[in-house]
């Protein structure tokens, strides 16, 4: 009996590994499918390529093509470990001055657009020294 309830815990573990390697494996895909069209298959595969994985990065590179222009490097720097499309938007409240010399260290992460937004309140005054 108790060989039979260790199996059976055993089986029960492996199919609980087997079940949520299955789900990452299709949300890893999901995510490559949804990312911007432009980017090629490998630069798909390394933006989804996550430990948690979220369709964040996909929503993100979109957002950052189609409102940014961004090229693949600097869309991997800001949305590779985005939950959503936060880090675009985060981005977007920086002027273009501030967003080339600062916005991939600010937004990058971001879960809001609260980052640049103190960002832009400290510089408004006149606390940021830029150099």
């Known amino acids: 009996v108790e060989v039979m309830m260790m199996l059976l815990l055993t089986l029960t573990v492996v199919a609980g590994l087997l079940y949520q390697t299955s789900l990452a494996n299709k949300m890893k895909a999901e995510c490559e499918k949804r990312c911007h069209a432009s980017l090629s298959v490998q ?70 657009t609260i980052p640049s937004e103190c960002f832009r309140r400290v510089l408004s005054m006149g606390k940021v020294n830029k150099k």
């Not at 798909?44 to 490097?73: D, F, I, T, W």
């Open 43 to 112: 630069q798909r595969a390394n933006l989804c390529n996550q430990e948690e994985y979220s369709l964040g990065p996909a929503a993100c590179s979109v957002m950052a093509k189609e409102s940014l222009h961004l090229r693949y490097e600097d869309i991997y720097k800001l949305c590779h470990e985005a939950s959503s499309v936060a880090p675009v938007e985060c981005l977007l409240k920086l002027d273009s001055k501030d967003r080339n010399e600062f916005g991939f260290n600010i937004c990058a992460k971001a879960a809001s």
